[in-house]
C-alpha cells in the first residue's frame, strides 16, 4: 500500500499553494507550520513575508486565507496576533486519515523510499578472547535499532560487526595454547556462552602470567606473532579456535540482548588483512600519504598536538606494521567498492571522533568517499552509574555486560509477578525478559546518543515516568480493551465529533510516519522514543476520559474509540519494534 500523507504534510502543502496564489510575488515561501496550543497547528511565515514585501501581515494573512480551497481537512482557520494563522483541523479528517492508515497492516502508512541507498552499518565491536561489559552495550543497542529503522524505511542495509581479532596479544594466547592443548576444552562437552567464556578467560589469565614472568615464553610468544601475520598454518588454526569460541560467547550475549547476529555480519579486523599494502600503496602514489621518520603518514592542517606540532594519522609504522587507520580505509574501500555502499555509519564512542574525522578525511583525499557516498559517525556518550561517574562495579572493575542484564531481568520480574494475575511460570519469566531488557535498551534509546546517561535499574523499570515499561503497560492495556470487546469491532467514524482526548491521541498517532523518517534521516532514535512515551501518555489520558466499553456509550463511539484504541497498540507495538524493544500482549 501507498504510504498516508499525514494531516501536517497535507496542511503544509496547501498553505504553501495559497501563499503562492495570494502572493505571486513571494516566490516559494514556507508557511512556517507548528503544533500549537491555541489550536491544532499554528503558521508564523507571513510575518518574514510580509517584512520582505513591506506590507501588513494581518491583511497578508487575510489574503492567503481566502486563498484556501473548500473542502479540505481545515475546519477553522483564525488570523491572530501580528498575522500569525490558528488552524484547527476537523473531527472527519483525522479519523479519515487515521483510518487510510490502519488499512496498510503492516508499515501504517509510513513512507517506503524505494530509491533509497546502501548503508553499511558498523556497530557492536567485541574483542575476541574478551568479556562484553557495559562499555559494548551502547554500539549494539543504538546500531541495532538504527539498522532496523533503517530498513523499515528503504534503506538496504548491510550489518557489519568490526570485531577485534587481531594483534599483538594473539601471538600470547596461541603460544599457550600450543603448549596447553586441552585449555579450551569445555566441561561436559557443554558449548554454551558462559562456558566458552570462562574458558577464555582461564587461558588468557594463564598466558598472561606466564608471558609477564617468564622471558623464553614472551619470546616465543613474539615468535608467534609473525607466525600469525605470516599465515602460518598451524597458528592460523589456532587463531580461529579463538574466534568460533568467541562466537558462542558473542551470540550468547547478543541473544539475551533480544538481537540477530549471523557470521555473514562479523567481518573483523583480519577481514581486512589482504588489503592493507595496497591501501598502503594507493596512498602513497596518490601523495595523500607520506613519510615521516619512516612511517606513511596523513597530515591535517587543523590537527596539531599540545606543542602546535601537527599529528598525523598513522598508515603504516616505521617497522612496517599497520594500525587501525589503515584496517579502517581498508573497510572503507571494500564497503563502498565491493557492497556498492552510498552510506558507510559508524556506531562508535564518541572518543574515537578526531580518529574518524582523520579517516574520513584521507578517504575523500583518497576519492573514496565523495559526493555519491557519505560517512557518517554516530558517536555515543559514557554509560554513568548512579554518582555520575563512569559504570564500574564496587571494586572499581569495569561491568559485565551479562551481569548487568540478569540484573535487569530480575528487577522486571519482581515487577511483572506484582502486576501478574493469572500468568504461569514460564509466562512470567518470559515476560521479565522482554521488560527488562527493554528497559536496558530504552534508556539507552531515549537519551541523545552524543550524552551521557545515568544507568538506573530502579528508574528503568518503573510503571511511571519516561521508561519502556511505561509504554508496554500502556500497550498491553489497549490489547486488554480489545480481548474485553467481544463482538466489538474497531471501527472509524468519521462522522462523530471528537472529545479532547480523541482529537489528542489521533493527530498524534499521525505523526508516526513523519517521526520514523526524521529518525531515519538523522540517525537520531531518541526522536521515535520521544514520541512513543508521548503516544502511551495521550493514551492514558485518554483511557481515562473517554470509555470504551461501558454500557451507556453509544455503539458507534465504542467502535470509533475501540479503533483509536487498537492503532494505539498497532503504533506502539510497530514503534517498539523498530527500537529493538518487545511488547507483551499481556501484562
Known sequence: MASVNSLASTLQQQLADALTAALPDAGTADPLLRRSDRADFQANGILALAKKLKGNPRELASQVTAAIPEGGPIKEIEVSGPGFLNITLSDRAIIETLAARAADEDRLGVPFDDAAGTTVIDYAQPNVAKEMHVGHLRSAVIGDAMAQILEFSGESVVRRHHIGDWGTQFGMLIQYLVEHPDELSHEDGAEDGEAAMSSLNRLYKASRAL???????????????????????????????????????????????????????????????????????????????????????????????????????????????????ATDLSAIRDRVQNL??????????????????????????????????????????????????????????????????????????????????????DEIAERAAQVGIGAVKYADLSTSAAR???????????????????????????????????????????????????RALGLHLDEFGEVVSEVAAAYEPHKLAAYLYQLSSLFTTFYDQCPVLKAEVPGDVAENRLFLSDLTARTLHRGMALLGIRTPERL
Open 340 to 425: 556498492k555502499a552510498t552510506t558507510l555509519l559508524y556506531v562508535v564512542d564518541a572518543r574515537q571522533a578526531l580518529h574518524f574525522k582523520m579517516v574520513f578525511e584521507t578517504a575523500r583525499r583518497a576519492g573514496w568517499l565523495n559526493e555519491d557516498v557519505k560517512a557518517v559517525h554516530l558517536a555515543f556518550g559514557t554509560v554513568l552509574g548512579k554518582d555520575g561517574k563512569p559504570f564500574k562495579t564496587r571494586a572499581g572493575e569495569t561491568v559485565r555486560l551479562e551481569d548487568l542484564l540478569d540484573e535487569a531481568i530480575g528487577r522486571a520480574s519482581t515487577v511483572v509477578r506484582e502486576k501478574a494475575k493469572d500468568l504461569t511460570e
Open 211 to 325: 608471558f609477564d614472568s617468564d622471558e623464553e615464553f614472551k619470546a616465543r610468544s613474539r615468535d608467534r606473532v609473525v607466525a600469525l601475520q605470516a599465515g602460518d598454518e598451524e597458528t592460523l588454526a589456532m587463531w580461529q579456535r579463538f574466534v568460533d569460541e568467541s562466537k558462542i560467547y558473542f551470540y550468547s550475549v547478543f541473544n539475551k540482548l533480544d538481537m540477530e547476529i549471523s557470521d555473514p555480519d562479523i567481518v573483523g579486523e583480519s577481514g581486512y588483512n589482504d588489503m592493507l599494502e595496497e591501501t598502503a600503496r594507493l596512498l602513497e602514489e596518490s601523495g595523500v600519504a607520506v613519510r615521516s621518520e619512516g612511517a606513511l603518514c596523513v597530515f591535517f592542517d587543523d590537527v596539531k598536538g599540545t606543542d602546535g606540532e601537527p599529528v598525523p594519522l598513522i598508515v603504516q609504522k616505521s617497522n612496517g606494521g599497520f594500525g587501525y587507520a
Open 452 to 502: 551521557d546517561y545515568k544507568f538506573d535499574l530502579d528508574q528503568m523499570v518503573s510503571l511511571t515516568g519516561d521508561t519502556s515499561v511505561y509504554i508496554q503497560y500502556a500497550h498491553a492495556r489497549s490489547r486488554s480493551i480489545k480481548r474485553k470487546a467481544g463482538e466489538l469491532s474497531p471501527r472509524p467514524h468519521p462522522e462523530l465529533e471528537l472529545a479532547p482526548a480523541e
